[in-house]
């Protein structure tokens, strides 16, 4: 077997190769098949985390909960990423651990069974052949790892749960309440330890007919926001103590992220994105487009998505309204109902 690039040691080669952006990774996986074997083993991953080496970030989308399109930071469509493993789900949470490693946790999905199972007589409008759907919720964690474009299995939360709070604060996963296969609401939330590999319980304050809208990261505490709630839920995992926080507004939050320390998030008991200043605690208005929107992030700033179009990003310094601009990236997605994540490779 030759070197890996004639007239230089491996070493060095390998971080050449790292210096390479990945959008071009397509036309050099093309030289030789040691190339291609190289950009695709985890050696690489090891590699690029050494001075010299370019970093980029890319917008990971999941269409339809079903698949993947990733994007560069123009906005250049790279590929897809493999499906996650399992069922079809909603009501999942997907985060990012380490800044480039994607979690795919829990969520809610269609188990079939048979009508003598169940004891059923008469047929319903959703019964397939002699069986019928019914409700379940996922424990099963997933974790895709861009260096070898595979997903492998995490350990199982405690409790299977969908539609939960999530975040991550100091490189610790939480998910907060959410629900159970019956639509029963969970009193408490889990803590996942990437570097054990283990779920924890743990208690969060009782709100009674709490509904989980987001959870987000700022100054190492999580903060956890519920639906119809104007009290935000404030941990330090430091102290292992919750906080009270009042935000003076009530929200019903169906998407939102956070840049730059903000939270920018659609009401939908008005046309406008709402932002939210944790620092300040305090609220603001940006007028959008109207229409449905789910939002993610790219190049610190805010995207929104509508349908299966990408409309706007929101660019500038996203500090005040007066500040705030609207373009259109020259993407279009191939599907429905947008969740974007943003990884680092």
């Not at 491996?10 to 190289?38: K, Y």
């Not at 994007?71 to 985060?95: A, H, R, S, T």
């Given at each position: 077997?030759g070197?890996?690039?004639p007239g230089?040691l491996d070493?060095?080669?390998?971080?050449c190769?790292?210096?390479?952006?990945?959008?071009?990774?397509?036309?050099?996986?093309q030289?030789?098949s040691?190339?291609?074997?190289?950009?695709?083993?985890k050696?690489y991953?090891?590699v690029?985390?050494?001075?010299?080496?370019v970093?980029?970030?890319?917008m990971?989308?999941?269409?339809?909960?079903m698949?993947?399109e990733?994007?560069d930071?123009?906005?250049?469509?790279l590929?897809?990423?493999p499906?996650?493993?399992?069922p079809?789900k909603?009501?999942y949470?997907?985060?990012?651990?380490?800044?480039?490693?994607?979690?795919?946790?829990g969520g809610?999905y269609?188990?079939?069974?048979?009508?003598?199972?169940?004891?059923?007589k008469v047929r319903?409008?959703f019964?397939?052949r002699?069986s019928v759907?019914?409700?379940?919720?996922?424990?099963?964690?997933?974790?895709?790892?861009?260096?070898?474009?595979?997903?492998?299995?995490?350990?199982?939360?405690?409790?299977?749960?969908?539609n939960?709070?999530?975040?991550v604060?100091d490189g610790?996963?939480?998910?907060?309440?959410?629900?159970?296969a019956?639509d029963?609401?969970i009193?408490?939330?889990?803590?996942?330890n990437?570097k054990?590999?283990?779920w924890?319980?743990?208690?969060c304050?009782?709100?009674?007919?709490?509904?989980?809208?987001f959870?987000?990261?700022?100054?190492?505490?999580?903060f956890?926001?519920?639906?119809?709630?104007?009290f935000?839920?404030?941990?330090d995992?430091?102290?292992?103590?919750?906080?009270?926080?009042?935000?003076?507004?009530?929200?019903?939050?169906?998407?939102?992220?956070v840049?730059?320390n903000?939270?920018?998030?659609?009401n939908m008991?008005?046309?406008?994105?709402?932002?939210?200043?944790?620092e300040?605690?305090?609220?603001?208005?940006?007028?959008v487009?109207?229409?449905?929107?789910?939002?993610?992030?790219?190049?610190?700033?805010?995207?929104?998505?509508?349908?299966i179009?990408?409309?706007?990003?929101?660019?500038g310094?996203?500090?005040k309204?007066?500040?705030v601009?609207?373009?259109?990236?020259?993407?279009?997605l191939s599907?429905f109902?947008a969740?974007?994540?943003l990884i680092?490779?």
């Amino acid at each position: 077997m030759g070197p890996l690039i004639p007239g230089l040691l491996d070493d060095v080669a390998e971080l050449c190769l790292t210096r390479i952006p990945r959008s071009e990774f397509r036309t050099i996986s093309q030289v030789c098949s040691r190339w291609r074997r190289f950009l695709m083993c985890k050696h690489y991953a090891a590699v690029l985390k050494m001075p010299g080496s370019v970093e980029e970030e890319f917008m990971c989308v999941l269409l339809d909960n079903m698949y993947w399109e990733v994007y560069d930071g123009l906005y250049n469509k790279l590929g897809q990423i493999p499906p996650v493993p399992g069922p079809f789900k909603c009501g999942y949470g997907l985060m990012v651990l380490d800044g480039r490693k994607i979690v795919f946790v829990g969520g809610k999905y269609k188990v079939r069974q048979s009508n003598e199972v169940r004891g059923l007589k008469v047929r319903r409008r959703f019964e397939v052949r002699d069986s019928v759907f019914t409700n379940a919720a996922s424990s099963n964690v997933y974790e895709f790892n861009p260096a070898t474009n595979r997903w492998r299995k995490l350990a199982d939360m405690n409790v299977p749960r969908h539609n939960f709070a999530y975040a991550v604060v100091d490189g610790l996963l939480y998910v907060i309440r959410g629900y159970s296969a019956d639509d029963v609401g969970i009193l408490n939330a889990e803590v996942y330890n990437p570097k054990t590999n283990k779920w924890s319980l743990m208690d969060c304050p009782h709100r009674p007919n709490f509904r989980p809208a987001f959870a987000f990261s700022f100054h190492s505490k999580l903060f956890v926001v519920g639906n119809e709630s104007r009290f935000i839920d404030i941990y330090d995992h430091r102290t292992k103590i919750w906080e009270e926080l009042d935000s003076g507004q009530t929200l019903s939050v169906y998407s939102y992220t956070v840049v730059r320390n903000k939270v920018y998030f659609m009401n939908m008991d008005m046309a406008e994105m709402g932002v939210f200043d944790p620092e300040k605690n305090s609220w603001s208005l940006v007028d959008v487009p109207r229409g449905l929107y789910r939002l993610g992030q790219c190049n610190n700033t805010v995207v929104l998505f509508k349908r299966i179009l990408l409309i706007n990003a929101i660019s500038g310094h996203l500090d005040k309204e007066d500040e705030v601009k609207l373009r259109d990236p020259p993407i279009v997605l191939s599907g429905f109902d947008a969740t974007s994540v943003l990884i680092k490779f």
